[in-house]
């Protein structure tokens, strides 16, 4: 079973930067697309960013020119670094990936909080 280990969550003040990753656990074959998705408290989780196989990427309005998704596929890793953090930005960021005939993979979580 593949698991994916997200990592570079923390405590930042607005402004500030993260950058999170997320690893799986062994080689993943037939990749469609891998994204970040975000829940706060109370809310529904929601698509923050996503890269296709393409490399085509898309995020949401919100966190445009200031989050950036990336990935290596070599290292079956996805990143997405954020920059500008403000205190709307804080929630528990999950990776998500897609493979090829619609198996998805999540991972456990890892909780970014802005604030000062």
């Known amino acids: 079973q593949v698991q994916l280990v997200e990592s570079g969550g923390g405590l930042v003040q607005p402004g500030g930067s993260l950058r999170l990753s997320c690893a799986a656990s062994e080689s993943i074959f037939g990749i469609d697309n891998m994204g970040w998705y975000r829940q706060a408290p109370g809310n529904q989780r929601e698509r923050v960013s996503i890269?296709?196989?393409?490399?085509?990427?898309d995020s949401k309005d919100s966190v445009k020119g200031r989050f950036t998704i990336s990935r290596n596929y070599a290292l079956n890793t996805v990143y997405l670094q954020m920059d500008n953090l403000k205190p709307e930005d804080t929630a528990v960021y999950y990776c998500?990936?897609?493979?090829?005939?619609?198996?998805?993979?999540w991972g456990q979580g890892t909780q970014v909080t802005v604030s000062s």
């Open positions: 998500r990936v897609v493979v090829r005939g619609g198996i998805v993979y």
């Open positions: 890269i296709y196989k393409s490399g085509n990427s």
